[in-house]
């Protein structure tokens, strides 16, 4: 069974503090995602990697930055954490099946909350 | 970014019955996968489709592959209480790499009512 496991799942944390969320999978993916989820606003992707050292802005890069030294680790960094930030964190990783298509896997989430 | 027009937003069924939803799109996929969350969770993945007219099914669950490649079903079977979640379509914009992100719809949310 692929294993995506997320450092926390649930986190409170203060207005300005740096926040690291931690993703682990242990499939030897290639792919790997960062999402944030808020009610009616469905999954919105924050930051993407296709590979060590690698990363791609998503759809909602602003106030993020990301991070992958190794290839089974992907983290999210909130530079200075702000209340808009409170939501749902998603990580993702994926692999080509053996028909030759990208299947996405998830993570539990965290739930961060900014006070 | 581009997101799938996924319906219904949300359903109130009664145990036993079935259930049907689908994501539409003005653009052509070349892959549709379901996931099914539950509360406080991360989404699971259901189903993977891989080609036009493709029909699969999970248990109590079927999903199709749309001909036109610009949609897909799923439907669920004499519902129970288990059910319950937000199930989401996505789908692998054609013709981009197939490890280029999903697009997701917002989602069905499914209650049963027993």
């Known amino acids: 069974d692929v294993k995506v496991t997320q450092s926390s799942r649930y986190l409170v944390k203060r207005t300005g503090e740096k926040v690291f969320l931690e993703c682990v999978q242990d499939?030897?993916?290639?792919?790997m995602f960062w999402y944030r989820q808020d009610p009616g606003l469905g999954l919105r992707l924050i930051y993407f990697?296709?590979?060590?050292?690698?990363?791609e802005k998503g759809d909602i890069p602003e106030g993020y930055s990301v991070s992958r030294e190794k290839k089974e680790r992907f983290s999210l960094i909130l530079e200075s954490a702000s209340t808009n930030q409170t939501s749902m964190y998603l990580c993702a990783s994926s692999f080509p099946s053996s028909r030759g298509i990208y299947e996405q896997y998830f993570g539990p989430g965290t739930r961060l909350t900014v006070t | 970014g581009q997101q799938l027009n996924q319906s219904p937003q949300s359903m109130f069924i009664q145990e036993g019955e079935d259930v049907s939803m689908n994501c539409t799109s003005s653009?052509?996929?070349?892959?549709w996968l379901w996931y099914k969350q539950d509360p406080g969770e991360g989404p699971v993945l259901l189903i993977a489709l891989y080609k036009a007219g493709e029909l699969t099914s999970n248990g109590r669950l079927t999903a199709q592959f749309g001909i036109t490649r610009k949609d897909s079903f799923l439907n669920i079977s004499a519902s129970i209480p288990s059910d319950v979640g937000i199930y989401f379509c996505?789908?692998?914009?054609?013709?981009?790499?197939?490890?280029?992100?999903?697009?997701f719809g917002k989602g069905t949310r499914l209650s049963v009512i027993a």
């Open positions: 990697s296709y590979d060590v050292k690698m990363k």
């Open positions: 653009s052509i996929f070349n892959t």
């Open positions: 499939m030897d993916h290639e792919n």
């Open positions: 996505a789908g692998q914009l054609a013709p981009y790499p197939g490890n280029t992100p999903l697009v």
